[in-house]
């Protein structure tokens, strides 16, 4: 803590490591036996810190990740002991079913983007999907849109009812943050709400093309299928929460952490924000 004050105020770390002011100043007062007892100490509190400031989310991966970014080399297996004596872990995966319902007259978009995954520059693929979240007044359903870039959410929408309002709405929001560029390719399943005359519309209004994915294969659209286990397993939304108090907690997740803080493995363990920054500095 005495290495941290610096960076974090004394009162959020005594909360966090579940110390007393006095405590810490008693102890302070005391010298540590040896700079390696020291050294355990400020990576115990470095490590508490980071799983507090992730809501319990990291696990090991992420908070070693975080620690490297601050500068402090430690090993992964270091890592991995410190969190089991501190008894802290990242929330477990959890099963969610599909949302996926075809209209079997509709005519598919054939798949352009084939898995891959891998984009040179943001704005040139969005994927889009829809989930169901259970509340205590009934299921609430999430449609998102990533950039492929850098796994950003770029648009979101929640509404009760799984219509096709409900994505135009992401789209909407989508496109005013960051109008469409010259030849994007928007990529999803072969639900109905994708398929329809008004969705399809408006992408051909911003001469977007559209590719989705082959019938029943998730792993067309795995980045945003990965988004959505993330958000679920991270947030662990309570079943006794509201329509309105989920949506709030959805947004606070989606806006302040994922597309600012959160490491993502498949960007280096950068967050999408400070991917973007990276490739806007290079151009």
Known sequence: MAAEKATYPLRTMCHVLGVSRSGFYAWRGRPLTSPRGHANAT????????????????????????????????????????????HLRGRPPRRFRPTTHRDALATPAPNRLRQVFQVAAPNRVWTGDITAIPTAEGWLYLAVLLDLYSRRIVGWAVRPTLETELICAAWVLAITRRPPAAGLIHHSDRGSQYTSERYQQLLRAHHVTCSMSRAGNCYDNAPTESFFRTLKVELALPLTLTRRATTNLIGEYIERFYNRDRLHSSLGYRSPATFEADFAARV
Not at 60 to 67: D, E, G, M
């Open 43 to 86: 990576l115990r509190a470095r490590i508490r810190v980071i799983h507090a400031e992730s809501r319990g989310r990291y696990g090991s991966p992420r908070v070693h990740a975080a620690l490297h970014a601050t500068g402090l080399r430690v090993g992964r297996n270091r890592v991995i002991r410190v969190m089991r004596a501190e």
